[in-house]
């Protein structure tokens, strides 16, 4: 039998690379609809869907889909059903865990997914040690520092490979752009959006744009950086108690799956902004950060300068870095008063 090292070089770089993803919490208002994205993805060739429950029935339908994967469910409560989801995995998406109701946080959703996603890493540390893991689940700006300490507890942490999914933030602000400037969002560059994921901690770089800074008045430019940091509760009110964003945060999820696979294929210039280990702010006490990365066949490899910061910003700037602090050391006394 051919290795999958043996498998992919068989395969031009025009057509298909056999890569594994699991989705765990693939049931949900979000693993849905991006597990069938993920079904359409032609650089997917094995897709593992594990939930609590009916993880065997969302996938037994999307595998009627004649694309090349094949597709498994697991549900939790089989022997083994989390080990067997992830084994082999190359990349590991994580939006298990509960979303908020109008007047939540993110930080409130702490308490509940803290624990999950806790639990989740610790088995893929365990079965899949070398896959990119992509957390979704909030508060992200905690979440993936938990992720981080439970790999390094098992000796297996890879900071390259290790993601918070951000993405949505930069669509929003594409979208939101084009509404002010009456333009077309399919054409427009993406914001660069650095910091975290919840509120003030997401800091659209609106100067280093060239449409925002030049076509928009000082009031529409606190309106968009107002809109894209609490763009997520735009949804929350909307859906009044049903959740959050689902569906524009699995097309966002799909896309960073997918920019993670093209960097691993070896496609060249794969630029994201993602929540990554950072030593930008480290000197700070601030260990993750986020901001544009460069993906490549090993997870991140470069992370790229922030660029220079108006007055303005460099206020927002300092507003963020004490929020995100806090959020990440709750993230890592977590682990550590837990394990
Ligand atoms: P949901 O309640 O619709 O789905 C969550 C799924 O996780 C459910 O199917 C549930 O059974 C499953 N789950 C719970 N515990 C599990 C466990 N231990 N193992 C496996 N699966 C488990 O919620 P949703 O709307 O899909 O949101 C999921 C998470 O994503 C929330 O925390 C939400 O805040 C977050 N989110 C993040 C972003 C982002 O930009 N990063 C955007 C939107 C939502
Ligand atoms: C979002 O940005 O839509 C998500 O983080 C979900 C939320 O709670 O707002």
Do not use: W
């Given at each position: 039998?051919?290795?999958?090292?043996?498998?992919?070089?068989?395969?031009?770089?025009?057509?298909?690379?056999?890569?594994?993803?699991?989705?765990?919490?693939?049931?949900?208002?979000?693993?849905?609809?991006?597990?069938?994205?993920?079904?359409?993805?032609?650089?997917?060739?094995?897709?593992?869907?594990?939930?609590?429950?009916?993880?065997?029935?969302?996938?037994?339908?999307?595998?009627?889909?004649?694309?090349?994967?094949?597709?498994?469910?697991?549900?939790?409560?089989?022997?083994?059903?989390?080990?067997?989801?992830?084994?082999?995995?190359?990349?590991?998406?994580?939006?298990?865990?509960?979303?908020?109701?109008?007047?939540?946080?993110?930080?409130?959703?702490?308490?509940?997914?803290?624990?999950?996603?806790?639990?989740?890493?610790?088995?893929?540390?365990?079965?899949?040690?070398?896959?990119?893991?992509?957390?979704?689940?909030?508060?992200?700006?905690?979440?993936?520092?938990?992720v981080a300490e439970v790999f390094k507890k098992a000796g297996s942490y890879n900071p390259k490979k290790l993601f918070g999914v951000t993405t949505l933030d930069s669509i929003r602000s594409a979208r939101f752009l084009s509404e002010l400037t009456n333009t077309d969002p399919t054409k427009n560059s993406r914001i660069s959006i650095i910091g975290g994921h919840s509120g003030v901690t997401i800091l659209p770089l609106l100067s280093q744009d060239k449409l925002a800074s030049t076509k928009l008045t000082k009031e529409q430019k606190e309106t968009l950086i107002h809109r894209v940091q609490f763009g997520g509760d735009e949804v929350v009110k909307a859906k009044n108690g049903a959740g959050s964003a689902t569906l524009s945060m699995a097309q966002a999820g799909a896309q960073f799956t997918d920019a993670v696979l093209r960097g691993l294929s070896g496609e060249a210039n794969i630029v994201e902004p993602t929540f990554i280990e950072s030593p930008i702010f480290k000197h700070e006490g601030i260990e993750f950060f986020a901001q544009l990365v460069r993906l490549g066949p090993k997870g991140v490899e470069e992370i790229l300068p922030i660029g220079e910061l108006s007055s303005e910003e460099k206020v927002l700037l300092d507003q963020c870095k004490e929020a995100l602090k806090k959020n990440i050391n709750k993230g890592k006394d977590f682990v550590n008063a837990r394990d």
């Open positions: 039998m051919l290795s999958r090292i043996a498998v992919r070089r068989c395969f031009s770089s025009t057509t298909i690379n056999p890569y594994k993803v699991s989705v765990l919490g693939a049931c949900g208002g979000i693993g849905q609809p991006l597990s069938l994205l993920l079904k359409l993805n032609e650089k997917v060739t094995g897709l593992n869907l594990y939930d609590l429950k009916n993880a065997k029935g969302v996938a037994t339908d999307l595998s009627h889909i004649p694309t090349n994967s094949t597709v498994r469910g697991f549900n939790a409560d089989e022997p083994d059903a989390l080990h067997n989801a992830l084994k082999d995995s190359d990349v590991v998406v994580i939006p298990a865990g509960v979303p908020r109701k109008p007047g939540m946080t993110r930080d409130d959703l702490f308490n509940v997914n803290a624990g999950i996603v806790h639990d989740l890493a610790k088995a893929t540390a365990e079965a899949a040690p070398d896959a990119c893991v992509l957390v979704i689940s909030n508060p992200v700006n905690s979440t993936v520092p938990i």
